[in-house]
């Protein structure tokens, strides 16, 4: 079964150049790391080889590798160049910063990046917001898709390194999310992580617009919020609701050494197969929806 993870973070140097302007660290690409216990990321192409050989040695066919510092585009642009058939490139957008439109064009168009990832609690923008309605219909032009983050939010690295995260929850709903995307059908629209810990709005959001789909990444902690609930249940309500052809699998994997997490893996296929869900079912959550979704 050919495995493509559609969720991981590339902590490029810029990434880590981002964060140290908030923690006040120079050279952060290199004291950061060491301060995480991490290894440091080189070069963006060095980061991407590492991916690679990451993938490689766990027969996972293709990922997408998300820039995760808004302005940090060229870094998955470099990688997804460099290793075109086993990388594709998403990126962390502020809708609101400057020259968003023209750095949006730029990012889908000379940077050939499949996908842009909003999340409204961090940057404090409104789904229904007029600059993310300008995300989705420049997403439509260029045939590209969106992720928006929902839920509960939580920047673990922040979290490592004290940095303050003053999210705003409320923005961060799936509904508001159905809202767009029925007035976008061309455009794929990722929720992840089941919705994190607004379940039960995020299979209303599917539900309500057949080109949502349900990234199944991460630890996926939320469901302690939901006494009784297990993933295994969540998995099950998902497929009811979405089919299998809208469930994309995910890992969330971001930082080395840990590297990919073949745990979750192990897990969600151990679910799909007690479920009872057939080989094709399973091939296209753990794979085809991922080639349907943002090419071969």
């Known amino acids: ?30 004291a950061l790391p060491e301060r ?9 192409e060095a980061l991407a080889d590492r991916w690679v050989s990451e993938l490689e040695r766990h027969d996972v066919a293709r990922a997408m590798l998300i820039a995760s510092a808004p302005g940090d585009e060229s870094s998955v642009a470099v990688a997804a160049s460099r290793h075109p058939s086993r990388l594709t490139g998403a990126f962390m957008f502020n809708p609101v910063m400057p020259d968003a439109d023209a750095r949006l064009d730029r990012a889908f168009g000379e940077h050939q990046l499949r996908m842009a990832c909003l999340f409204p609690a961090m940057h404090k923008v409104r789904v229904d917001d007029p600059a993310t309605e ?16 929902c839920g509960a939010l939580s920047i673990g690295v922040r979290k490592k390194l004290g940095l303050p995260s003053q999210f705003d929850l409320r923005l961060g709903d799936p509904l508001a999310v159905a809202a767009i995307a029925v007035r976008h059908p061309s455009v794929p629209v990722v929720i992840p992580h089941f919705g994190a810990g607004l379940f039960r709005e995020a299979l209303m959001a599917a539900g309500a617009a057949p080109n949502i789909l349900l990234d199944t990444s991460s630890s996926n902690s939320w469901i302690k919020l939901y006494p009784g ?35 979750i893996f192990d897990e969600q296929l151990a679910i799909a197969t007690d479920l009872g869900l057939d080989s094709a079912a399973q091939a296209a959550i753990f794979g085809g929806n991922f080639s349907r979704t943002f090419g071969p």
């Open 1 to 30: 079964m050919l495995i493509a993870d559609a969720h991981c973070h590339f902590f490029s140097p810029g990434f880590f150049d981002a964060l140290g302007r908030d923690a006040q660290v120079g050279d952060a690409a290199v």
């Open 36 to 44: 995480l216990g991490w290894e440091a990321p080189g070069s963006d």
């Open 134 to 149: 300008r995300v989705f219909a420049l997403a439509a032009r260029h045939g590209r898709a969106v992720f928006v983050h």
């Open 229 to 263: 609930l297990t993933l295994r249940e969540a998995f099950a309500r998902a497929v009811d609701v979405a089919g299998p052809t809208r469930l994309l699998f995910g890992t969330d994997s971001s930082f080395f050494p840990r590297g990919w997490q073949r745990a």
